[in-house]
């Protein structure tokens, strides 16, 4: 059998890393044609001597010579820039493009994947969220197929299969973060060390804030209804502290299909390299252990980012960009101390009221309003 090509851009993170060792206990099946990272520049070289990729993208010029000296030895091409991450991401010979990336710069490489038609593993939300009309479009254009890598997204897209018709509402589950039972008090005075104590998942410093202030959430809603061809009122949000059902799909009928598991990244990722079939692994729900599944509704007054991200998804044009880009502001000063836990609602709320809206109709368009919104998103943090 033909080993499948696999670019991960982003590998140096934790899905990337994940995804990594999945492509090594199935080197039968898989290899590493491209890698795309941006600083962790003495992992990426570890990475690269390990599963000797053709084409490697790294964050800036500096990066690249060093690469170059000390992997002389190897037949790899080193690349930065735009251009450099277009070509590993819409490469002719890869097959299946993880888009691990954070953030707003997981864009480009997303959009170079589905121009080429790509099969593309997608664990950048932000994509969807600033641009998702344009990408899903461009996707049916060029017969892209997007599988998202999101553990919530994943378990509606299995649930979905077959039976994509007669859809009644999404389910997105939500474990409340660390904060779920904390007074309004406990909130306002919340650390980052305690905002990055996640209960069940072990992810990213932006992903992890955001799951405390139910933003990732927010930002799945908006993500869900490009994926899925769904409306914001057909979307609902469930805390399941339990993290064990990752989402659900009840049809018209009133049958809902959800989907278990283990709360581990693998999961999904496997399925997203393997669809549409399956491939064991040993990581396997224990029924006998779980004591309770339970379910309540999202405390909307102490996390108002769930609202503040589903109104900017309705509203729709360039402010689910401004959302995201004040967001991922918001969420660095926080960590850095300078504004407070409860002010990162405040500040994307703010910025937000400080556009007029427009259509997102160009990437030049998404693109210009990121940045806008970075810029007045700082501004107004020394006023806070």
């Known amino acids: 059998m033909k080993k499948q090509q696999i670019a991960v851009l982003g590998s140096t993170g934790s899905i990337g890393r994940q995804t990594l060792e999945i492509i090594e206990a199935n080197s039968d099946r898989y290899a590493v044609y491209s890698l795309a ?29 060093k690469l170059r000296k000390t992997l002389g030895h190897l037949p790899v091409r080193i690349l930065t820039g735009d251009k450099g991450i277009w070509e590993a991401a819409a490469c002719e010979k890869v097959d299946i493009v993880v888009v691990a990336i954070s953030g707003i710069a997981g864009l480009l490489p997303t ?3 589905v121009h080429a ?21 461009q996707a049916r ?30 389910i997105l589950t939500a474990s409340g973060g660390p904060f779920r039972n904390s007074s309004l008090e406990e909130i306002n ?11 069940n998942w072990s992810m990213g410093k932006r ?41 659900m799909v009840e049809y018209i009928d009133g049958s809902v299909l959800a989907n278990l598991g283990v709360p581990s990244m693998k999961i999904p990722i496997q399925y997203a390299l393997t669809w549409p079939e399956r491939k064991a692994s040993d990581i396997h729900l224990n029924f006998t252990e779980l004591k309770a599944l339970t379910f309540e509704e ?25 959302l995201n880009a004040a967001d991922e502001v918001a969420v660095e000063l926080f960590l850095e101390n300078k504004i407070s836990f409860s002010a990162i609602p405040v500040l994307i709320e703010r910025t937000l009221e400080s556009f007029s809206n427009k259509p997102a ?6 693109l210009d309003a990121d940045r806008e919104a970075r810029k007045r998103a700082a501004d107004l943090a020394k006023v806070l």
Request: aromatic letters at 4%; proline letters at 5%.
């Open 37 to 65: 990272a941006n600083k962790n520049v003495s992992l990426l070289e570890e990475q690269i001597n390990k599963f000797k990729p053709k084409i490697v993208h790294v964050g800036d010029g500096d990066s690249a010579d």
């Open 111 to 113: 959009l170079a994947a």
């Open 117 to 137: 038609g790509k099969r593309i593993a997608l664990a950048n939300k932000e994509s969807l969220v600033a641009a998702g009309g344009i990408i899903t479009e």
């Open 141 to 170: 254009q060029k017969q892209a197929t997007i599988i998202p890598v999101d553990s919530e997204h994943s378990a509606v897209f299995q649930c979905l299969q077959g039976e994509k018709k007669e859809i009644h509402r999404i």
């Open 189 to 199: 005075n919340a650390t980052p060390q305690e905002a990055l104590s996640h209960p």
């Open 207 to 247: 992903i992890t804030v955001d799951s405390a202030t139910l933003m990732n959430k927010g930002l799945e809603i908006i993500e869900a209804k490009w994926l899925f061809d769904i409306s914001y009122e057909r979307i609902d949000v469930l805390i399941h502290p339990q993290s064990i059902i990752h989402s």
């Open 298 to 322: 999202p405390k909307r007054k102490l996390f108002p980012c769930l609202e503040l991200a589903r109104s900017a998804g309705i509203e729709g044009g360039i402010m689910p960009a401004v």
């Open 361 to 366: 109709d160009s990437i030049d368009t998404v």
